[in-house]
């Protein structure tokens, strides 16, 4: 894309006029702005970048350790990956509160980031992947629980307690637009086109007390069912698709043997904007096939639902 070429060139002159020979900390989420505001400051300064992934052990399966190879094998760019899933999943165990898991997941991700940052010896220069709506709207989510968007993400009070200045390579840029630049910047495309996933993680797909072993059955049925839209080539006709894990166990049969085990509910929402959002109307023979498999290769899980709620009155999200 011309237009998206010449913008990058741009950006990148200013990012190189704005940090001089500064050091720059980027908190990686992976999601695709923060991935395209590291890979931009990368081209504009090389290793004066260097980003820093703490996992919370709430991505996807397998979701942690291809953006660090990504990262890392691909773009060759400095990555501090920290494995904080002990600390967040130990604090969130035994609470069912909503709006308190993600307050916990909110500031021990502060905690953890500042404390690498401060490992690094700290940096001049914070990045991050504000967008424009971020910018005009300052974020406040009104669509849903009451709370705001990528509180997860908002480093509060991060750059002046370390003296650190923001860097925002993304600031005029609309969603699509960051698509366009990641292309342009050579993001595989699987990783543009990737739905959106909430900072908490899978920790608001779990209702109640989070433990290591319900984020484990939770990830690996949560993969088999987005294999499965995938082969069917529905991925980029969904918004948002994901598999929550209910605090429910019921009775099933296996074998001769009766099993007491969870439920999972499966989602999958069309939407614009996030904001109002209609199920996606499945084949029944697809959600058929999804929940077998589920039920055959995830031990943990005998029964699976599917949610036919639209927003409003639902939201896209459990909790
Ligand atoms: P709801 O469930 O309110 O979600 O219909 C609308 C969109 O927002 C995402 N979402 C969040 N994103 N932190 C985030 O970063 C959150 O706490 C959060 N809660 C919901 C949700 O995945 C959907 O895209």
């Keep these: 894309d011309w237009t998206m070429a010449a913008y990058k060139e741009q950006a990148i002159a200013a990012i190189r006029a704005q940090v001089g020979s500064g050091r720059v900390i980027c908190g990686l989420s992976g999601g695709v702005d923060s991935s395209v505001a590291a890979l931009l400051i990368h081209e504009a300064v090389g290793d004066q970048l260097t980003c820093i992934l703490v996992d919370h052990g709430l991505m996807r399966k397998n979701e942690a350790a291809e953006v660090v190879s990504m990262f890392r094998e691909h773009y060759n760019i400095p990555l501090v990956h920290v494995d904080a899933s002990d600390t967040f999943i130990s604090a969130l165990e035994g609470e069912a509160d909503p709006e308190t898991k993600r307050k916990t997941i909110g500031k021990l991700f502060i905690e953890v980031f500042e404390a690498e940052a401060k490992k690094l010896g700290g940096a001049d220069f914070l990045a991050q992947g504000t967008l424009y709506p971020d910018v005009i709207e300052s974020v406040s989510f009104t669509g849903g629980p009451s709370v705001t968007i990528k509180s997860h993400h908002n480093v509060g009070g ?3 307690r370390m003296n650190m200045k923001l860097v925002e390579p993304l600031r005029e840029l609309f969603k699509d637009e960051v698509r366009v630049l990641g292309r342009e910047l050579g993001l595989p495309e699987h990783f543009i086109g990737r ?3 909430p900072g908490p ?3 608001i797909r779990c209702p109640g007390g989070v433990t290591r072993e319900k984020i484990r059955i939770l990830q690996d049925a949560d993969a088999i069912y987005l294999d499965e839209i995938r082969k069917a ?3 980029d006709a969904i918004w948002q698709a994901f598999a929550v894990l209910l605090p429910v166990q019921t009775v099933g049969v296996m074998g001769d043997g009766r099993t007491y ?3 999972c509910a499966l989602r999958a929402v069309t939407s614009v904007d996030g904001m109002t959002a209609d199920f996606f109307h499945f084949d029944m023979d697809f959600l058929g096939n999804a929940a077998t498999r589920i039920i055959n290769e995830v031990r943990g ?4 639902v599917y949610d036919v709620t639209s927003k409003p009155p639902g939201t896209i999200e459990w909790e």
Excluded: T
């Design 158 to 160: 991060l750059p002046e």
């Design 195 to 197: 739905h959106p996933f």
């Design 201 to 203: 993680g899978l920790a």
């Design 233 to 235: 080539g529905l991925y």
């Design 261 to 263: 085990e969870y439920v």
């Design 301 to 304: 899980i005998n029964r699976v």
